[in-house]
């Protein structure tokens, strides 16, 4: 039986490039080579897009994560729409490169979270794995996230929406008499908790709001839910999703950060399964599909909660290409639950390939 050809790609031209390295390289390790013939297409952070033919060293410094990147390669790739098989071709001699079947986008941040990735390979016709281009658009902007998630009723912490036209305009004292103090700030369009601030004074809120501002035109200020507890819970699916049980993010430090996340081996610990009455973590499940659902999501996403002391749900974020990395949340919920890393990443590629057959029988002419 001919193996499917997975195109794993990865990197991309984002402050979260090095974390989707490192996603990348868990996810060749894992991957089931008695399914899978894997090709692996790396974005370096001009955009350039490479054909890594090596499996083995495709990356430099690959166990240090402040300094791992991308091994060049010297061979550009570019897409082409209108090729039947091969959809890839390297660009100095434009020869073809490899029938992939189907592609996972490791690719955290902008320009390949957000849906542009996601929009050129549904162009092209080629199966990728994950949210589609409004799933994926909606699950990364937080303002547009959190207004459906509000109209839809369900629960989370108060927030205000800024542009940078009003960035010299923003007034502390008067955001903190409806949102308190302190507050978080946060670029409307980033994760790994880039560019994230958090402010009690009008001086550090300027900061915050420079910093945000530094990787988003748009930006979120939140309300501080004080002594709440960080919960996470994974879903997997497509037209009936399906949730993990609930990890819990245990931190060693102010806020969850992306030093904390990535980089300060003691800056968080994750407890799988958190420890949370029954009827708490029900709750928290059901929450997470009906925010998967609102947000037209796909495949799989990762839905962070804030827990208050009175047992009180909110709702945070979501994530529609969650980590893959060694101490990443999403594989190691379903792990809990019995689904092995290798057998994770299977379902995944065949909920792409689903999706795809289905949407390729509706009709394009009448």
């Known amino acids: 039986m001919k193996k499917i050809n997975v195109g794993i790609l990865f990197g991309g031209k984002s402050a979260e490039h090095e974390v989707s390295l490192q996603s990348a390289k868990n996810i060749v390790e894992a991957i089931d080579r008695d399914r899978y013939d894997i090709t692996l297409i790396g974005i370096d952070k001009d955009g350039g897009w490479h054909y890594l033919a090596d499996a083995v060293r495709f990356l430099l410094n690959s166990g240090d994560p402040e300094h791992i990147a991308l091994q060049p390669s010297g061979k550009y790739l570019a897409v082409n729409p209108a090729g039947q098989g091969e959809k890839f071709f390297c660009v100095a001699d434009y020869s073809p490169q490899n029938n992939i079947d189907v592609i996972f986008p490791v690719l955290h941040g902008s320009f390949g979270e957000d849906g542009t990735v996601q929009g050129l390979l549904k162009l092209a016709g080629i199966p990728f794995v994950g949210a589609g281009v409004l799933g994926s658009a909606v699950g990364m902007d937080k303002d547009v996230m959190k207004r459906l998630w509000r109209d839809a009723g369900l629960p989370l ?15 502390f004292a008067q955001i903190s008499r409806f949102l308190g103090s302190p ?21 550090a809120f300027a900061a915050a709001a420079s910093e945000a501002f530094a990787f988003d035109n748009k930006i979120i200020v939140e309300e501080a839910i004080q002594g709440a507890r960080e919960l996470e819970c994974a879903v997997l699916g497509n037209e009936e999703p399906i949730a993990s049980g609930i990890g819990e993010i245990l931190l060693h430090a102010d806020f969850y950060s992306y030093r904390a996340k990535y980089l300060d081996k003691n800056g968080a610990e994750v407890k799988v399964p958190a420890d949370l009455p029954p009827a708490v973590a029900e709750q928290a499940r059901d929450l997470a599909l009906q925010a998967f659902r609102v947000v037209c999501c796909e495949g799989m996403a990762r839905v962070d909660f804030f827990l208050t002391k009175e047992n009180k749900i909110l709702l945070n974020e979501i994530n529609t290409i969650p980590g893959f990395t060694n101490i990443s949340m999403y594989p190691r ?24 057959a289905r949407e390729s029988r509706l009709k394009t002419s009448f």
Do not use: C, M, T
């Open 183 to 203: 507050v978080f700030v946060k670029p409307a369009n980033a994760g790994s908790s880039v560019g994230i601030g958090k402010a009690a004074s009008a001086a």
């Open 157 to 171: 912490a108060r927030f205000l929406v800024f542009h940078k036209r009003q960035e010299n305009e923003l007034d």
């Open 333 to 356: 919920l379903w792990r809990e639950q019995g689904l092995a890393y290798g057998e994770l990443i299977h379902r995944l590629i065949q909920l792409a390939l689903e999706r795809h």
